[in-house]
């Protein structure tokens, strides 16, 4: 187990130990307990929000020979192969490099045998939306009439690109996009168990960077033990000059200047953060994601809290007193600036001449 990443190491093996995705665990515990076991679940939402980890949760728990009302045993040898990725009753697909139709006929073709040794043959789909049309309607006549014994879970972010003729047969769970709280006791659960000292700010500089997604975080704490050699404590320091994380201090001056009209400024900041190594396109990112808190704040101060901002006391003291000098209109306005700048930066030569047009956009009075 040591040399597993930590989203791999750490993965939940319980309902119990599941963060975040409350709603779905209860209905799906419920349904196991009842034994009202349907064909076909359909799994939506952000990316890192724990889609396939439930999966194979809900997998593992139908299929356990030890079962005590809905938490599967970890321990029997159904348990013990899925946890080992061992079990030929659990297929699992990648649908972004299983597009085509013959891919599908070839699962189809399995189908029809039955369980190798345990009650439920389960295929999960990744990506689902990713199929071709082809390949998805060889795939809905399955759902329509599936064998007794097989069970589909359909994982995707991008739910909107599935045909509905596919959706209508599944039971439909929508995954919330994580809050930092959530995010930071996952961290400090880990951090525990590697017996790794952090600075207090340091895990929610992680959270606040991973963006709802628990992989992410997780991945960022792994660079972050590596980086120490489990040698001692991590300071937040460390963390942005090994990532080249963007802190909320840093987007707050350039939206100051903004608010002030100071091109010169803005401009002279942007490409000071270029030159000390800051990677726009996450410095981008971050911005779009504070200006985005900063109109939800200036719409109702309810919308915004210490929950789920990721932001400090003096962090969103800061904000309201920069809010209080702008209109939604304002803020609005930057927000599709500089979202239509990070697209164009994908494509640019020069990486922050996007940024700089939004800036002069953004500060430009006519005399």
Known sequence: MNNLVLYRKYRPQSFSEIIGQEHIVQTLTNSISAKSISHAYLFTGPRGSGKTTIARLFAKAINCHDLSSFEPCNKCSSCLEIMQSKSMDLIEIDAASHTGVDDVRELIEGIKFSPVKSKYKIFIIDECHQLSKSAANALLKTLEEPPGHAIFILATTEVHKMI??????????????????EIIKKLEFISKKENIKFEDSALSLIAFNSRGSFRDAESLLDQCISFSGKTGAIKTDDIKELLGIVEASQ???????????????????LNSMADNGIDLQEFTKTLVFYLRQSLL????????????????????????????NLN???????????????????YSAIPQLPLELAIVDITYEEV
Request: hydrophobic share 35%; glycine share 2%; with cysteine.
């Open 164 to 181: 509905p003729t596919i959706i209508s047969r599944c039971q439909r769970f929508d995954f919330k996009r994580l809050q930092i709280s």
């Open 251 to 269: 987007i707050a001056q350039l939206v100051d200047y903004l608010s002030q009209k100071n091109t010169k400024d803005s401009i002279l900041y």
């Open 297 to 324: 704040l200036k719409i109702n101060p309810d919308f915004l809290n210490l929950q789920n901002s990721g932001l400090s006391d003096k962090e969103i003291e800061k904000m309201k007193n920069q809010t209080a």
């Open 328 to 346: 939604n209109k304002d803020i609005q306005n930057m927000l599709e600036l500089f979202i239509e700048a990070e697209n164009k930066m994908k």
